[in-house]
């Protein structure tokens, strides 16, 4: 079954056509994150209006893509995502995505985002992870902690009272000076770093629940900061302490849930999953087998709303599907 996804939840315009929940056949992103680099974050009104730009120009590449390779520009099904995000972004996708279905009378599916992260690991592998399992999703504007029991039966766990990992990284990033989005430039300036002990706090590490905050320590990095005389000669070292804080705090409760729960697999969800420190210290210290996105599948996409929808595949009339920007996992 070919499946093309729509993700436009924020400010990528994504689309691709998924095999089976597993071939990419297609895939196309626009983006306007350079627009948001100059701001130093996303602007939602400027995010939308940027997604009614790319929207069908993106469809189009997919399906050329698509041609190229299978000889047809026919497929199965549509996906989209209906939340959560930006109301204004996620408007221009499912709408898109409701005419299509209309006018070409193909099923619709809505996907939930953060289901959407999840399935990302399912591309492109050989081997299905076990179930029940822990995914840690991690994003710009989600820190969960869900045991997935099977698909579409998902108990949350616990998650970020405060700011999201993928925002922390984004704030920190811009204190330091190194631009947007944070994740992969403070990732970019902890490989020239070193780790040392600057002091910063582990958030709730030892709090005994499945809670995540991480205001608090964007607070004591603006003070790191400012106490700086040489920013400069210690910019690199500063981010390496602390992209490690993050990922010890993420590693501790993900690892104590899994065992808490009896997960026999733990998967990483969500744009921080290309995170390589993040990765690398899970692969190495996990006593489960762990799971990981292809790099390219971490952040924003079509192909993992695709896959979503083909392992919980349940269309719906288009005329019933409406974007929900507080859209929970359930
Ligand atoms: O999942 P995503 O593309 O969008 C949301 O649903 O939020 O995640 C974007 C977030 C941003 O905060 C970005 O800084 C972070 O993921 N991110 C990373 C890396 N790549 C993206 N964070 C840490 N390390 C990375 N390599
Ligand atoms: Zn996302």
């Avoid at 041609?67 to 499912?94: C, M, N, Q, W, Y």
């Avoid at 070193?194 to 005994?208: A, E, V, Y």
């Avoid at 969500?270 to 996990?286: D, M, S, Y």
Wanted: hydrophobic share 45%; net charge negative.
């Amino acid at each position: 079954m070919k499946i093309l996804g729509i993700e436009t939840s924020c400010d990528e315009t994504a689309v691709a056509i998924v095999e089976d929940g597993q071939k990419v056949l297609a895939w196309a992103v626009a983006t306007s994150v350079e627009m948001h680099a100059k701001t130093g974050g996303i602007i939602p009104d400027q995010a939308a209006r940027e997604q009614v730009r790319a929207m069908v120009p993106t469809i189009n590449e997919a399906l050329n893509q698509l041609e190229e390779k299978e000889g047809s520009r026919d497929f199965d099904a549509i996906a989209v995502t209906h939340g959560p995000g930006l109301i204004g972004s996620l408007l221009i996708g499912v709408e898109t995505a409701k005419t299509m279905s209309w006018v070409l009378n193909k099923p619709l599916v809505p996907v939930n985002h953060l289901v959407g992260h999840v399935y990302a690991n399912y591309i492109a592998i050989t081997k299905l992870p076990p179930l029940p399992y822990i995914t840690l999703i991690v994003s710009g504007g989600h820190t969960d902690l869900v045991l997935v029991k099977d698909h579409g039966v998902y108990e949350w766990v616990g998650g970020t009272r405060d700011d999201a990992a993928g925002e922390a990284f984004d704030k920190v990033a811009r204190i330091l000076g190194l631009g947007f989005p944070g994740g992969p430039a403070i990732q970019r300036a902890a490989k020239h770093g070193q780790i040392r002990d600057f002091s910063i706090p582990r958030p709730l590490m030892h709090s005994g629940d499945f809670d995540f905050s991480f205001s608090g320590l964007k607070t004591a990095m603006a003070r790191l900061v400012s106490g700086q005389e040489d920013l400069e000669k210690n910019r690199n070292d500063i981010a390496a302490a602390f992209q490690e804080a993050v990922v010890e705090v993420l590693l501790v409760k993900t690892f104590k849930a899994a065992q808490q729960f009896g997960a026999k697999a733990i998967l990483l969800s969500g744009g921080v999953a290309a995170n390589t420190h993040l990765r690398e210290r899970l692969q190495n210290e996990a006593q489960l087998p762990v799971f990981v996105p292809g790099i390219k599948y971490c952040t924003d996409n079509g192909a993992m709303i695709a896959a979503a929808a083909y392992y919980n595949y349940t269309p719906i009339p288009f005329s019933e599907v409406q974007a929900n920007p507080g859209l929970f996992l359930d």
